[in-house]
């Protein structure tokens, strides 16, 4: 959907035309009330449930969650995934045209923020005819949105489902996010972020950010159960510093190799930062409890127990800061060996819960 | 000190000659059962204590534990710091012309076990006339020589002091180590190890790998409490993906900067690989218990509660499978919050501790 009135944004400049890409599952019913909008994390997309016909492999990011008898039944929500502002899956970012110059953005194109995102999620509810979302709901990054829709928007919506996310990202995940950025910045193919007009894509940058990320994405238990320190071929050791020797490096750099070919630099970057600069409570003296009074919403938080990126003590900071204002709040915390990446894999109780909350939405209306 | 004697090596190959950096502090006693070795981890050297006179800032690594009146007390003990085989601070390493070529040696250099490093320890000490050490002591890739030379030379030690170590890497720390290598290996200015003819150095690599290092070796609490969200310019965000914002990415661009001047690319590989690689325990059947059956040692081991490189877990491991053997073991977890880096800090609990134990060690003499 294309958007022609200005955006001003956060940092200071303005995005004056935008396009924003969305899916849409189930029907809005006649009330109106039964929207569910789904906020990304840093590598997904819009593509949230469901497959593209013919396509194999087209599973949405979220497809085990979201679907027709899922936890989040698209029999009876009309669920919006909509693609954020400087990503790379079709909403406008970095790899499109800057309309002030006639060339593709790249590095000029500005730093968006999670409050930048929500407002453009706003006006694409706006303009599908969505007064009031019965929830908005995200993991991780996506988390950090629907807490700011609950403190931006307080009005738009009755429920905010926020799982494995953080109020802020602590010293260590910047570091991470740093070490991620300066592989990227650093790569001699990344031209300054001008790397289009060479042809090139920093590919070893990007390679290392997504190894990088993969090691705090998983628990060390999970990185122990899976691989260990399995060999990759056979029992002899090679004695090399360059050739796989363990099955975790292989891993690694598959993982990497494939990112690679994918996402866009400029996009790691911009996501990246608009996770460092999520901070409510800064306007607040950095007085959490003050800076969640605005929100109005009912909350669910999960938060799993081997998550050491946004550890369940980053979710019970939010509980505390919502239980202090009197708000209605669910909290659990899952015990899942998968670290992170547990908001979205099959755990049977955590996916129950999320059900569970779902249908009460369902049941209460307006609740 | 120069050796002559093929040095043969786990990984197959052999060392025709090389050269061993060595430091000694202290006197050996006339019984010549006072030395004392101290190994070194991945960035430093033999220059473990004291400072060279008229150089500022030249205080050796370990210059808080080592020295006269400190804990391990070099008015008692003969102690000897020696650098390991592929360094690069003055033993034979990449760096260094390889006799059969006539070239350097570049990635040429053979793969160094922490086995191989405790052969050619065995040979300085054999050079120096140490039939048997007081003990042998390190602190992490330090430590697994010291469990080593327990292993490999049990009856030339009495004591084996092993901190902030493990038996073995675990997935998690290969993974890291993994990410560091191919930030290296993928700079353009690594030309497959042999930059040294090119004039260049991959210091891209070598800057991120500091910088991922500098992660790990601290925990979350000291990174929170010295860095936190804290601002590097004030309190007016720039909304930057490239420039500093966060005082954590200004300490950590300047780790990575001054590591890129001073240390070599492929040592880096090479003394990531001997962490890899070091597992006692796989030759039987990955029992640990039976593969430590072999020392005779009296053990100290201490770890630190915020090490998540090296956790406490890994040391009890140690700790169970020599209790397990009978063998005299002291074990210290010393609540610290610096993590990693516990092990090179000024923690009293952790420095008295080490203390008492040495001065066991000199009451007991052949204890």
Same mark, same amino acid.
């Given at each position: 959907?294309?958007?022609?009135?200005?955006?001003?944004?956060?940092?200071?400049?303005?995005?004056?035309?935008?396009?924003?890409?969305?899916?849409?599952?189930?029907?809005?019913?006649?009330?109106?009330?039964?929207?569910?909008?789904?906020?990304?994390?840093?590598?997904?997309?819009?593509?949230?449930?469901?497959?593209?016909?013919?396509?194999?492999?087209?599973?949405?990011?979220?497809?085990?969650?979201?679907?027709?008898?899922?936890?989040?039944?698209?029999?009876?929500?009309?669920?919006?995934?909509?693609?954020?502002?400087?990503?790379?899956?079709?909403?406008?970012?970095?790899?499109?045209?800057?309309?002030?110059?006639?060339?593709?953005?790249?590095?000029? *194109? $500005?730093?968006?923020?999670?409050?930048?995102? &929500?407002? @453009?999620? %706003?006006?694409? !509810?706006? #303009?599908?005819? +969505?007064?009031?979302?019965?929830?908005?709901?995200?993991?991780?990054?996506?988390?950090?949105?629907?807490?700011?829709?609950?403190?931006? *928007? $307080?009005?738009?919506?009755?429920?905010?489902? &926020?799982? @494995?996310? %953080?109020?802020? !990202?602590? #010293?260590?995940? +910047?570091?991470?996010?740093?070490?991620?950025?300066?592989?990227?910045?650093?790569?001699?193919?990344?031209?300054?972020?001008?790397?289009?007009?060479?042809?090139?894509?920093?590919?070893?940058?990007?390679?290392?950010?997504?190894?990088?990320?993969?090691?705090?994405?998983?628990?060390?238990?999970?990185?122990?159960?899976?691989?260990?320190?399995?060999?990759?071929?056979?029992?002899?050791?090679?004695?090399?510093?360059?050739?796989?020797?363990?099955?975790?490096?292989?891993?690694?750099?598959?993982?990497?190799?494939?990112?690679?070919?994918?996402?866009?630099?400029?996009?790691?970057?911009?996501?990246?930062?608009?996770?460092?600069?999520?901070?409510?409570?800064?306007?607040?003296?950095?007085?959490?409890?003050?800076?969640?009074?605005?929100?109005?919403?009912?909350?669910?938080?999960?938060?799993?127990?081997?998550?050491?990126?946004?550890?369940?003590?980053?979710?019970?900071?939010?509980?505390?800061?919502?239980?202090?204002?009197?708000?209605?709040?669910?909290?659990?915390?899952?015990?899942?060996?998968?670290?992170?990446?547990?908001?979205?894999?099959?755990?049977?109780?955590?996916?129950?819960?999320?059900?569970?909350?779902?249908?009460?939405?369902?049941?209460?209306?307006?609740?």
């Amino acid at each position: 959907m294309s958007f022609d009135q200005p955006l001003p944004l956060q940092g200071g400049g303005v995005l004056s035309a935008y396009q924003l890409s969305y899916e849409t599952y189930g029907e809005l019913n006649a009330a109106r009330d039964n929207a569910v909008l789904i906020c990304h994390a840093l590598n997904a997309s819009h593509h949230v449930a469901g497959h593209y016909p013919g396509q194999a492999k087209s599973e949405g990011w979220w497809d085990n969650m979201i679907g027709p008898g899922k936890p989040v039944d698209t029999t009876r929500f009309f669920v919006i995934g909509v693609n954020n502002l400087g990503s790379c899956f079709g909403s406008t970012g970095p790899m499109h045209t800057n309309p002030a110059t006639g060339r593709v953005y790249g590095a000029d *194109f $500005p730093v968006v923020t999670v409050e930048d995102w &929500v407002q @453009a999620q %706003a006006r694409l !509810l706006d #303009a599908l005819g +969505i007064g009031q979302l019965a929830a908005v709901m995200g993991g991780s990054l996506g988390g950090m949105q629907a807490l700011s829709w609950s403190l931006q *928007f $307080p009005d738009r919506l009755r429920h905010a489902v &926020v799982i @494995a996310s %953080a109020p802020n !990202l602590n #010293a260590e995940n +910047i570091a991470f996010n740093e070490v991620a950025r300066r592989a990227i910045v650093t790569d001699p193919d990344f031209h300054g972020g001008h790397f289009y007009a060479h042809g090139v894509v920093p590919k070893r940058g990007l390679r290392i950010a997504r190894m990088l990320g993969h090691i705090t994405y998983l628990s060390d238990d999970v990185m122990n159960t899976k691989f260990g320190r399995l060999l990759q071929n056979g029992e002899a050791l090679k004695y090399s510093t360059q050739e796989i020797e363990f099955q975790i490096e292989s891993y690694l750099r598959h993982q990497g190799d494939k990112f690679s070919e994918y996402f866009d630099a400029n996009t790691y970057l911009l996501i990246t930062r608009a996770l460092d600069y999520f901070d409510p409570a800064r306007a607040f003296n950095n007085n959490l409890t003050a800076a969640l009074a605005r929100a109005s919403a009912q909350f669910l938080l999960v938060s799993f127990t081997t998550d050491w990126r946004f550890a369940p003590s980053r979710s019970r900071e939010m509980v505390q800061a919502l239980v202090a204002n009197q708000r209605q709040v669910s909290y659990a915390e899952i015990d899942a060996p998968h670290g992170h990446d547990a908001f979205l894999l099959d755990d049977p109780r955590y996916l129950s819960l999320v059900r569970a909350y779902f249908e009460r939405i369902g049941a209460g209306g307006a609740a």
